[in-house]
């Protein structure tokens, strides 16, 4: 018993950590829902895990499909990225040609490096597609004091982008 206890552990915790219902979270699915109805112009919507096949991972269980009258209009995808000493949750939407529509800081830990939630310096993902890289300090702008955090999100933003383009390529999307 003492050798499968931390096995029951660490699959119960796994389950909680990569769960959608953890993905989304109580303390931030609000903030995902009023961001949806702003971006796409709707007061009505439903989301649904985009992947439900055997292709579960890491990124899949935060990838959401968004429904308006059953017809697909979007897609969401919420994330952690890390930050100094801590770690941050962002939503990215995207159409459903895959464009980046939005993208939001939903919960920022730091007490420095919060610059990267203002609206200003993140429309410059607005518009980017399945096609696009984003280098920082080539077409990013630094912030001063929150280097590592805009090298977190660009790096994770070109990470979900190249997941994107393999979900297409193999017909998932």
């Known amino acids: 018993m003492k050798k499968l206890y931390p096995k029951i552990l660490l699959a119960c915790l796994a389950y909680v950590l990569f769960s959608p219902t953890f993905?989304?979270?109580?303390?931030?699915?609000?903030?995902?829902g009023k961001e949806i109805q702003k971006t796409f112009s709707i007061k009505n919507f439903d989301v649904k895990k985009t992947i439900n096949q055997?292709?579960?991972d890491y990124l899949s269980n935060r990838l959401?499909?968004?429904?308006s009258n059953n017809d697909i209009i979007g897609y969401a995808y919420i994330g952690t990225a890390p930050s100094q000493?801590?770690?941050?949750d962002y939503l990215v939407l995207f159409d459903k040609e895959i464009v980046i529509k939005s993208i939001k800081i939903?919960?920022?830990?730091?007490?420095?490096?919060s610059e990267i939630g203002s609206k200003r310096w993140l429309k410059q993902f607005i518009g980017k597609s399945l096609y696009d890289k984003f280098v920082y300090r080539e077409n990013i702008?630094?912030?001063?004091?929150?280097?590592?955090?805009?090298?977190?999100?660009?790096?994770?933003?070109?990470?979900?982008?190249i997941y994107l383009n393999t979900l297409k390529r193999e017909h998932l999307l």
């Open 106 to 113: 939903l919960i920022y830990r730091e007490d420095y490096g």
């Open 85 to 88: 000493t801590k770690y941050f």
């Open 54 to 56: 055997d292709f579960e």
């Open 141 to 161: 702008a630094a912030i001063s004091g929150a280097t590592i955090s805009v090298n977190s999100i660009t790096d994770a933003i070109n990470e979900l982008i």
């Open 23 to 32: 993905a989304i979270g109580q303390k931030i699915d609000k903030k995902v």
């Open 64 to 67: 959401l499909s968004v429904y």
